[in-house]
Nanobody, 115 residues
Framework: EVQLVESGGGLVQPGGALRLSCEGSGFTFDGYAMSWVRQAPGKGLEWVSTINWIGGTTYVAESMKGRFTISRDNTKNTVYLQMNSLKPEDTAVYYC????????WGQGTQVTVSS
């Protein structure tokens, strides 16, 4: 059974930083690209970032470039999202996402950016 478990969310002041983690199990972790997707209150899903299977290629949404960095440690079956210079508009539930022949989602981790 595929499982994705996110952690690392919380309350942070504007300008602060957080690192999210997503541990995967039940599949060959180093065989797949992994993504982060977020959902702000009252809004739809927004793609954040994707990393290829080995971590050599990454993609970040334009509005987050220079602030967010995705990485992975295949020895730990974990993908990370380092978020710096956080803004109130980054407030959202952040989900880990895996696409195989279907999509899998974690339970999400809440990030709140507020003073």
């Amino acid at each position: 059974e595929v499982q994705l478990v996110e952690s690392g969310g919380g309350l942070v002041q504007p300008g602060g930083a957080l690192r999210l983690s997503c541990e995967g199990s039940g599949f060959t972790f180093d065989g797949y690209a992994m993504s982060w997707v977020r959902q702000a209150p009252g809004k739809g899903l927004e793609w954040v970032s994707t990393i290829n299977w080995i971590g050599g290629t990454t993609y970040v949404a334009e509005s987050m470039k220079g602030r967010f960095t995705i990485s992975r440690d295949n020895t730990k079956n974990t993908v990370y999202l380092q978020m710096n210079s956080l803004k109130p508009e980054d407030t959202a539930v952040y989900y880990c996402n895996l696409r195989t022949w279907r999509e899998y989602w974690g339970q999400g981790t809440q990030v709140t950016v507020s003073s």
